[in-house]
């Protein structure tokens, strides 16, 4: 990052995403007190939730059972209520939004994970997430923490109660994980794949470097 760049007033979405266990969650605080340091208004949200009623789904969503297509459809409201309420109003301002999952997710563990049709999602995602100029907002940039299954499961295990996903089987977490890989081949000039393997250091600086790179980039 630099001091030009993230000072500037250039609006910026940016997402983490990564299997339940990958690490991301450490590094999005690291990111907004940089952000912050430089001069820049951050918003930290997160997916499902954000707002009181996305909260409330939330609560559905991680301990509710119900079959993919109300799971989709609960996201998805979440969603646009997320969007109305806090990300559209901060760009808006010229913050800096960083949200803990958005889209992505939707499509990795309900399309990939549960096998959900992929068609639907797009169709929801391009319903949900319509602007009024015809486009479709997504992230600027997405950084994806794609780290092996098993070892985002050891990880996960005794470090807390699980929730309905974070208590899937490796398979299930084996086709989350092939769900981000499509999505970050489909889309690649927005995805800055991290290596979540490494040590904690590691991991930050390439966390660092794909945010200076994206900042430095020609818009």
């Avoid at 059972?65 to 209520?81: G, Y």
């Avoid at 997710?105 to 929801?124: H, P």
Wanted: with cysteine.
């Amino acid at each position: 990052m630099t001091s030009s760049a993230a000072a500037s007033d250039t609006r910026l979405f940016i997402t983490f995403e990564g299997i339940d266990g990958a690490g991301k969650s450490s590094h999005i605080g690291a990111l907004a007190d940089a952000f912050r340091a430089q001069g820049r208004a951050v918003t930290l949200t997160r997916e499902p939730g954000g707002t009181p009623l996305a909260e409330k789904l939330r609560g559905l969503l991680l301990a509710d059972a119900m079959d993919p297509l109300c799971e989709a459809l609960l996201m998805f409201a979440a969603r646009r209520d997320h969007l109305q309420q806090v990300i559209e109003p901060a760009l808006a301002r010229g913050d800096v939004v960083i949200s803990d999952r958005f889209t992505d997710a939707t499509f990795a563990y309900q399309g990939g994970g549960r096998g959900f049709n992929l068609d639907v999602l797009n169709t929801l995602e391009a319903w949900v997430q319509a602007l009024p100029d015809g486009t479709v907002r997504q992230p600027d940039l997405t950084l994806w923490f794609d780290l092996d299954p098993a070892v985002a499961a050891a990880r996960l295990a005794g470090a807390r109660e699980p929730d309905k996903f974070e208590s899937e089987s490796a398979a299930f977490f084996a086709r989350v994980a092939q769900g981000y890989a499509a999505r970050a081949q489909a889309q690649p000039k927005r995805f800055a794949r991290i290596p979540a393997d490494q040590p904690r250091e590691a991991v930050w600086g390439n966390v660092a470097q794909a945010v200076a790179l994206y900042l430095k980039a020609p818009a």
